[in-house]
């Protein structure tokens, strides 16, 4: 099982470009995150997707939006980059939205928009 | 709403020596705690869970107990290693309500470790 993986690894972006970060699992969860890392903040949710169809805001998601193409696949979408969003992000997935289970990272994506 | 606090850092130690990262949470309700461990370039890794209190989480030489009278999960380890040296997140999950299985973690710790 390669887990989660998520493309690409890293990019660069100009202000107001658009890119979609991919990401798949092949776990057979039901529910997907994204996150975003940046310093001194740990991780911050920026969409969830409790289970296959149904989408949900996190803490910080102004200036994304997300797709939940199938059960193992979870974009997100950056529609005009602004400097802001210069960030690792990750991707994460775990059976249900129960607690006691464990959710699992893929590597990141690392942006830097200019 | 829920808040993971982790110790100020970053932590230098020499080989061998002892480990705490302390973290200290704010939830209602019944979470479970996590420390997920972060190497350089690379992605979390669960490190050890504890699901309801007195829970003890342990991995590789790592432990921790779930202590709701103190709202704490500190991390310990008795004998680091160089090979440890890596970024820890103490982060919990609060399945309840509408946060449907986010995790809410703490800032983050860096740990380095000398021969």
């Known amino acids: 099982n390669a887990g989660v993986t998520q493309t690409p690894k890293f990019q660069v972006l100009k202000t107001g470009q658009s890119m979609t970060l991919q990401c798949a699992q092949d776990?057979?969860?039901?529910?997907m995150y994204w996150y975003r890392q940046d310093p001194g903040m740990g991780l911050r949710l920026i969409y969830y997707?409790?289970?296959?169809?149904?989408?949900d805001k996190g803490e910080v998601p102004n200036g994304y939006n997300v797709s939940r193409l199938n059960k193992r696949e979870f974009s997100l979408r950056l529609e005009s980059a602004a400097p802001s969003q210069t960030s690792v992000y990750f991707c994460?997935?775990?059976?249900?939205?129960?607690?006691?289970?464990?959710?699992?990272f893929g590597p990141g994506t690392r942006l830097l928009v200019l | 709403g829920d808040s993971v606090t982790q110790m100020e850092g970053p932590v230098t130690l020499s080989e061998e020596a002892f480990l705490t990262i302390n973290c200290t949470y704010t939830?209602?309700?019944?979470?479970?705690l996590f420390w997920y461990v972060q190497y350089p370039g690379e992605g979390l890794q669960l490190l050890l869970k504890?699901?309801?209190?007195?829970d003890k989480g342990s991995n590789k030489g790592f432990e921790a107990t779930y202590r709701k009278e103190t709202t704490s999960f500190h991390l310990e380890k008795g004998s680091v290693q160089v090979s440890d040296s890596a970024v820890y997140f103490c982060?919990?999950?609060?399945?309840?309500?509408?946060?449907?299985?986010?995790?809410?973690f703490g800032q983050g710790t860096i740990l380095t470790v000398h021969p």
């Open positions: 776990m057979n969860h039901n529910s």
């Open positions: 982060a919990l999950d609060n399945a309840g309500g509408t946060s449907y299985g986010k995790l809410t």
């Open positions: 994460a997935s775990k059976t249900s939205g129960g607690a006691r289970e464990t959710q699992y």
């Open positions: 939830a209602t309700g019944y979470p479970s």
């Open positions: 997707s409790a289970s296959e169809g149904t989408t």
């Open positions: 504890a699901t309801k209190a007195d």
